[in-house]
């Protein structure tokens, strides 16, 4: 059985922090680039970013781009983590990570990868 679950999301003040994680099972992570994306209510799903197998990251939203948004693996416990900085009124929405065949970051439209997860809820409240 292969899955992908999320887990880490949560209320969290403003300006707070949230670390999500992504454990793979019936999945070798380590093979895989692993994407995040979030979708909030009303929008598109909108990509985060992406770290190849090797560790290398790729920005495809400006709050990663800025270093908000930080994405890091751990294959030897088959887990993908996405760290969150400076929680904002912007931020709330289901977010889910994202693997496949590719070993490297190809694309932001999220066709590259064929697993994903059920999502881990992040809200903003004061």
């Known amino acids: 059985q292969l899955q992908l679950a999320e887990s880490g999301g949560g209320l969290v003040q403003p300006g707070g922090s949230l670390r999500l994680s992504c454990a793979a099972s019936?999945?070798?992570?380590?093979?895989?680039?692993m994407g995040w994306f979030r979708q909030a209510p009303g929008k598109q799903r909108e990509a985060i970013g992406c770290?190849?197998?090797?560790?290398?990251?790729?920005?495809y939203e400006a709050s990663s781009a800025e270093g908000r948004f930080t994405i890091s693996r751990a294959n030897a416990e088959n887990t993908v983590y996405l760290q969150i900085h400076s929680l904002t009124f912007e931020d709330p929405a289901v977010y889910y990570c994202a693997g496949g065949v590719f070993r490297h970051c190809v694309t932001a439209g999220g066709r590259q990868f064929g697993y994903w997860g059920q999502g881990t809820q992040v809200t903003v409240s004061s």
């Open positions: 019936g999945f070798t992570l380590a093979d895989s680039a």
């Open positions: 770290i190849s197998n090797s560790g290398i990251t790729t920005d």
